[in-house]
């Protein structure tokens, strides 16, 4: 399989070195993708590269981006422990906050509702709320995910532990692995049976279950410490990157194929442009 470089963009350094980009995420019609670098969010158009946006919201890095499934709106989080909802036109409409740097959010497929997770909760916001609910976690939250009917949100945590909650935020069960969680999908795919969580841990392995929390076959070993995992949108594929500095496809499950980039520094996210073979990667070194 032959893959072509579309577009790249290089972050400047900063006085400290270099700047990461930390999370990306595509607008669910494929033409922009937002990168957190710095503390800034910046807004691409997905087809060609062009800076579009350069948002100054936040106090410190941005360490999360997620956009909603209707398209009108998109949220950021980061060092400075506040979450940013903006509008399609770059404007911030809304802030809350956590007690500790915001580490993820993911927006509910269904609905507009928000999850953000820290160290030591994770909140759930929706417009028609007033306040953010928020709820306690034993171990810092590194990555989620939520299922396809918007029913269930999965929590990757430092210590292990899958968290599966309800959307009220609810535990409904654990999955207890040997190292950090640090990065975890549900199979998007509706023609799926039953929903399937991958699960990317630093112990060097990608692993799957059921919504139950049985799991699906063995553990699979990468050889390097995933960093970002994500299914392209008919979820047949999963791409994944990290500390091989590389990204490579795999099947969904789990058989690699073969290596789709390369890059000069560790992966830390990897995002599949929704129903396209087009892939943005971010990187440590800020490409």
């Not at 990461?20 to 590269?49: E, K, M, W």
Request: charged letters at 20%; proline letters at 3%; hydrophobic letters at 35%.
């Amino acid at each position: 399989m032959r893959t072509v470089i579309s577009w790249t963009d290089r972050i400047p350094d900063s006085d400290g070195g270099k700047v990461a980009v930390n999370d990306l995420a595509f607008r669910p019609d494929g033409t922009q993708l937002i990168a957190a670098v710095g503390n800034r969010v910046l807004v691409y158009d997905a087809a060609v590269g062009d800076l579009v946006h350069s948002l100054k919201g936040h106090k410190d890095n941005v360490y999360c981006v997620g956009y909603s499934r209707d398209g009108k709106r998109f949220a950021s989080g980061g060092a400075d422990k506040t979450v940013i909802i903006w509008t399609t036109k770059a404007e911030g409409i809304l802030k809350y906050q956590h007690s500790e740097s915001i580490q993820c959010l993911a927006y509910n497929p269904v609905t507009q509702q928000l999850a953000s997770a820290t160290s030591s909760d994770f909140g759930l916001w929706s417009p028609e709320q007033k306040s953010v609910s928020k709820h306690k976690v034993a171990s810092k939250v590194l990555c989620c995910s939520w299922t396809n009917d918007g029913h269930h949100v999965a929590l990757g945590q430092l210590n292990g532990t899958v968290s599966i909650r309800s959307k009220t935020g609810d535990e409904k069960l654990t999955i207890k692995r040997a190292s950090p969680v640090w990065t975890l999908s549900w199979n998007p795919s509706r023609e799926e049976p039953f929903d399937i969580l991958a699960v990317g841990c630093w112990d060097q392995t990608l692993s799957f279950y059921h919504l139950s929390g049985k799991p699906i076959g063995r553990d699979r070993t990468l050889g390097f410490d995933p960093c970002s995992l994500g299914y392209f949108s008919n979820g047949e594929y999963i791409c994944i990157g990290g500390s091989d500095r590389k990204v490579s496809l795999w099947t969904k499950e789990g058989v690699r194929l073969t290596t789709i980039a390369e890059m000069e520094d560790w992966v830390w996210t990897v995002r599949q442009r929704p129903k396209q073979n087009f892939v943005a990667v971010g990187t440590n070194d800020g490409q």
